[in-house]
């Protein structure tokens, strides 16, 4: 069963959806200044608030090689200043990661895929899944073509 809805302005979901956004951004310009003032060369972070991971390049590979985990690619040991320093500094946002749509629909148990996108300051998400999905009050269902002519506008 496939569901397009908006989300409404005022629920949990939507309020999340933008502390996730605005968290991104934010462990985003962290990572720079880390990046900056250690001289990592690649642009590519994992945003965790448990660890401090890159996707290093050759160059940051031989140069931070004895500060990462021989088991966890890109993945810098926790005992590390520039670890300590990222996870320090990330500790303050609240949300790093978009919400994922099972906490807020009832998921469990079905195999579904989600997506869940702003445009302007409206919210809206699809859920595909083998199971029965109900639109809960604080959505909007939306038919399949105007959830469709809202991506394709974005596009």
Known sequence: MNRYMEIQKGCRLYEDYFKGIEGQ??????????????????SEVYLSKQY??????????SKFENMM????????????????????AVKEIEQIHKPRLLWYFDLLGYRWKERLFHV?????????????????????????????KIVESIE
């Open 120 to 148: 302007s300051d409206k919210v809206y998400c699809s859920i595909e899944s083998d199971g029965d999905i109900s639109v809960p009050g604080f959505a909007k269902e939306l038919k399949a073509s105007e959830f469709y």
């Open 52 to 61: 401090f991971r890159i996707h290093p390049t050759k160059n940051d590979f």
């Open 69 to 88: 985990k021989k088991t966890s690619y890109g993945e810098f040991k926790k005992n590390t200043a520039i670890s300590k320093e990222w996870l320090e």
């Open 25 to 42: 951004k934010n462990a985003i310009e962290v990572f720079k200044k880390i990046k900056d003032k250690y001289g990592i060369e690649t």
